[in-house]
């Protein structure tokens, strides 16, 4: 590609005017997304390695009244990746907007898993990102449109039992920012955007590969799959850098960047007993070389799972309310403070022994942001001060002193 003095504006159609290409359309995430966007009326096509239930899929979203395209394919294989392709140029002439959401996850140590198995993950969570990406690319940058990678707040963080998927999760933000950058770079008019969802109440700890005794669970605060499905249609029609899912996703990946010492303390401490179940590991039913039980939106989280978040919608819409950046300024500030009290004062077992308490707290800092939000709306920016403070003190009652 040349470089030219003028890009072509960047214009993203109305979904109802679009094709969407959707990997892993068959449960949690794109299931959502697939069914959200069929009532849309957009026209999908639709990815899976599950060939039944993408026919079944395909069956139940025609009955609607949708207009359904479904190809089986492996995003982990380049050839098969560009036959989805071709195929969607032979039905509908090309696409709008291409979402990489497939993807499989793995618990464990990273001493005591596998390499074949790491290697399997990075074929299907990184290349076939890649795959999917590169066709888009080449397709968008003459027509237009929007590339949507979907990774995981692991992006932004890590966590012990999941090193290999946070790797491959890392590994995708790196890619799409540098493909961002370099699509710029030649004035081409696509939207390259990042969605990054926290723990989502999908089959992802079913699916998973375990290499632990224990059966996996997600960490709350925990969202349900269609405020993710609905983030990624509004980045269909809207431009976006990137979005973070839930403000209690936020938290933490704040946490990373302020104070990333004690953030890893505090996870090194927790992320073991978090995510942990009580339950023996089950053996079977995981899809990282073969596809699962499918067709299933929700995981059955047995805890409190949020089913909206304002915070994401103003993230999405940030100037329409100021509550996003304030309720992002206060988080910020008070875990710098934190950090400033623990460098000073904290030292080996006293360290650990405080972040367990003080872990607790930012835990619940998501809910308490969007259950702010949710109560007073854009109103909630001016008490904002009062969440401020009670998070703040109750870190500082957990923070270790001599």
Known sequence: MKSSNSRPRLHLKKLAEQVMVITGATSGIGLATARAAARRGARLVLVARNEDALQRLGD?????????????????????????????????????????NAAVSMYGSLLDVPIEDERQLFETNYWGMVHGSRVAARRLQHRGGAIINVASTNADTSAPLQGTYSASEHAIKGYTD???????????????????????????TRHARKHMDKSPRLTPP???????????????????????????????????????????????????????????????????????????????YPGRVMESSLYTRAALHPKRTGALILASGVVAGLLWRAHRRRNGHAHGHHLADGGSRAARTLADAG????????????????????????IRHGIERNLPHH
């Not at 479904?70 to 380049?78: F, H, P, Q, R």
């Not at 710029?184 to 926290?198: H, W």
């Not at 809910?367 to 009670?390: D, F, N, Q, V, Y």
Request: glycine share 10%; aromatic share 6%.
């Open 60 to 100: 139940e979203l025609r009955a609607r009244g949708a207009k359904v395209l479904t190809l089986v394919a492996d995003v982990g294989n380049k050839e098969e990746v560009e036959r989805v392709d071709q195929a969607v140029q032979e039905q509908f002439g090309g696409f709008d907007t291409w979402v990489n």
């Open 222 to 300: 925990v969202y349900a799959p269609d405020i993710v499905a609905d983030a990624i249609l509004f980045c269909a029609e809207h431009p976006r850098r990137g979005v973070t899912i839930g403000a209690g996703s936020k938290v933490f990946a704040m946490a990373s960047k302020v104070a990333p010492r004690m953030t890893e303390k505090v996870m090194s401490r927790l992320g073991w007993k978090l995510q942990r179940g009580g339950e023996a590991r089950q053996a079977t039913g995981d899809s990282l070389y073969q596809p699962g039980e499918d067709l299933e939106e929700r995981g059955n």
């Open 367 to 390: 809910h308490a942001l969007e259950r702010k939000l949710e109560r007073k709306g854009r109103k909630a920016a001016k008490k904002t001060s009062g969440i401020a403070r009670s």
């Open 178 to 204: 540098a493909l961002r950058m370099e699509l710029e770079a030649e004035n081409a008019p696509v939207a390259v955007t990042l969605v990054k969802p926290g723990p989502i109440d999908t089959p992802f």
